[in-house]
């Protein structure tokens, strides 16, 4: 994987691209909220000899920094399709784990016509209707409730509840190592609020490609199992249960997200 920058006014966003080859569709991993580009490792070295891969430390995230918390999900998605056209990718497989996956869904509200497909890991629906009052309120307050945790305890708690093995909680507690405090709070809490005022925008978010959403059986984190139960009822989309996986299902069961993902994508880019 080659390193590579895109610069924006507000910092350098960094992203990973394996050995490009004319022909093959083009994966774009999209990591979650706090989390760096190795949340995909195992999927990266499970398709990096098939596909196209694009894998970004999103900005304000890992590499991606410094970076000013001034931005929206919408410039987020911007950011990406503007890296995309530099590389000269017209289509591509948007495949986002919980955040990544709200920055998918603001790509396709602003950018139509242009993914072959979205797999949506651990993610839920930017849809206004599916989210109550309370659940907003509760995210744009995120930022001060994690700084009136312990460091140390959210450092054993955050893991455990993202992950339901010891690779996923290990990796999560080497994205926390590389915050301080206050970093991971301001980060974590700008990320609820841009998510916040992306659902209350009440855009259309109309996903115009195949989707499928995958979702780890053991799932804590906030009401994803409840949004994804309702999202795939609600517009009849396939959902597929992970077993012996939380938040993080990639990490916790890769074997078969990876076969899922390939299957999709298989299935999308014939």
Known sequence: MHKKNYQTEMGTICYWCNDWKPGRSTLVFLPGLTADHHLFDRQIRFFESE?????????????????RLHFSLMDKACWLHEILEKEGVNR????????????????????????????????????????????????????????????????????????????????????????????????????????????EADLPYQIDCPVCLVCGEKDKAGSAKRYNKKWAETEGIRIIWIKHAGHNSNTDNPDRVNKIIQRCVRNWTK
């Open 92 to 199: 591509s497989v948007l495949i986002g784990q919980s955040m990544g996956g709200y920055v998918a869904q603001c790509y396709l509200e602003q950018f139509p016509g242009t993914v072959s497909g979205f797999l949506s890991i651990d993610s839920a629906p930017l849809k206004r209707p599916y989210i109550t009052k309370a659940e907003l309120w509760l995210l744009k307050k995120a930022g001060f409730m994690y700084r009136c945790y312990p460091w140390k305890r959210l450092r054993i708690d955050g893991p455990r509840g993202c992950s339901e093995t010891r690779y996923g909680q290990r990796l999560m507690r080497y994205f926390m190592a590389s915050y301080t405090k206050e970093e991971y709070c301001r980060l974590a809490g700008w990320g609820f609020r841009i998510l916040a005022e992306a659902i």
């Open 51 to 67: 596909y196209n891969i694009l894998v970004w430390d999103a900005p304000g995230h890992g590499s991606s920094r410094p970076f």
